[in-house]
C-alpha cells in the first residue's frame, strides 16, 4: 500500500512533514524560453560562481528534479496518468540570477552547496512560471542496482576537476578549441561513445540509465566514491543490446530489484510564457 501526501507546487511541505521541499524566493531576473537543440552544445543544468543558474535543452520533469533533489536510489520523479505529456517531451532554456541579498558567503561555498541555496529558487520558478502542481507517495519502485562486475570496474580514477575560469561559455569555447572532442572537466560527452572527465560515478548514473535504454530507474551501489575518466558506448539503434555493451564497457551489472521510494509525482503544469518574444 502507498502512503501518500497530497500537496500543491507551491506548498512544498514533504510526505514525512519537514519543510525540506519548501519553495524560496525568487531569482532575481529569469528567462525561459523553449530549447533550440541543435543551436547547443551543452545539456543539462549548471550553477555559475557569479549566482547564475544555466539549464540547457531539460524537460519539465528534470527541472523538477534537480528543483527537489532528486537523489538518485532515495528519491522517484514520475508524472500523473492526467499530467500533459510535454512534461517530459519538450525542452527549455533556462538562465536566472540570484538575487545578491541570497549570496552572503557565496564565494566559500562548494558547487553542490550553492546549488543546495538555489533549490528553493528553482521550486518557485517551476511553481510560478510552470504552475506545476504535484503530491507525494512511498512506492515499491521496481529500480537496476548498479554494482561492479567481477574484476572491477573499467573506471580510472583522477583528481577532483578543477574549474575553468571565466564566464563559463566561454570557457567551454576555449576548451573546445584546445580540446576538441574531449569532456570538459567534471562532465560527460556523448556521440558514438559517452567520455567521462574527473566525474564522479554517482553523477554519471543518469546518463548511464539513459545510454543503456534502462526500463527503470538506476541507482548507483558500486561503491566508487572517487572521481573518474571512463568511456562506454552509446548505441545508436533500437536493436543494439544496450545494457549489455555498456556493462561490458564499464566492468558493471544492472541487479534488478524492488525498493521503497518517496516518489514525487507531478499531475499538472502550464506552459510558460516566452521571455524575448
Not at 560562481?49 to 528519491?75: D, M, T, W
Request: aromatic share 8%; charged share 30%.
Amino acid at each position: 500500500m502507498w502512503g501518500c501526501a497530497v500537496m500543491a507546487g507551491a506548498q512544498g511541505s514533504s510526505v514525512d512533514g519537514s519543510d525540506a521541499d519548501a519553495v524560496g524566493p525568487a531569482f532575481e531576473v529569469a528567462a525561459v524560453r523553449p530549447s533550440i537543440v541543435e543551436n547547443t552544445r551543452r545539456f543539462g543544468i549548471w550553477m555559475d560562481p557569479s549566482g547564475r543558474l544555466e539549464a540547457h535543452a531539460v524537460s519539465v520533469k528534470i527541472l523538477f528534479s534537480q528543483a527537489y533533489g532528486n537523489e538518485l536510489g532515495k528519491r522517484n520523479v514520475t508524472t500523473d496518468r492526467g499530467a500533459p505529456k510535454w512534461v517530459e517531451s519538450e525542452l527549455f532554456d533556462v538562465n536566472a540570477k540570484v538575487d545578491e541579498a541570497y549570496m552572503g558567503g557565496w564565494e566559500k561555498l562548494s558547487d553542490g552547496q550553492r546549488m543546495e541555496v538555489v533549490r528553493p529558487m528553482l521550486r518557485r520558478l517551476l511553481a510560478d512560471r510552470f504552475k506545476v502542481r504535484y503530491r507525494v507517495e512511498m512506492r515499491k519502485t521496481p529500480v537496476y542496482a548498479l554494482v561492479q562486475a567481477k574484476g572491477g570496474a573499467h573506471v580510472k580514477e583522477v583528481p577532483a576537476p578543477v574549474a575553468m575560469e571565466g564566464d563559463p561559455t566561454e570557457a567551454l569555447e576555449r576548451w573546445f578549441t584546445e580540446y576538441p572532442g574531449k569532456a570538459p572537466p567534471g562532465q560527460i560527452m556523448c556521440a558514438d561513445k559517452c567520455t567521462g572527465n574527473a566525474v564522479k560515478f554517482s553523477d554519471a548514473v543518469g546518463q548511464i540509465a539513459g545510454s543503456s535504454r534502462a526500463d527503470r530507474m538506476v541507482v548507483d551501489e558500486t561503491g566508487l566514491k572517487g572521481y573518474y575518466d571512463f568511456s562506454f558506448t552509446q548505441p545508436q539503434t533500437k536493436d543494439e543490446p544496450a545494457m549489455q555493451e555498456v556493462e561490458d564497457d564499464l566492468g558493471v551489472r544492472f541487479e534488478p530489484r524492488s525498493v521503497e521510494m518517496k516518489t514525487y509525482v507531478i499531475e499538472a503544469a502550464e506552459k510558460p510564457s516566452v521571455d524575448g518574444e
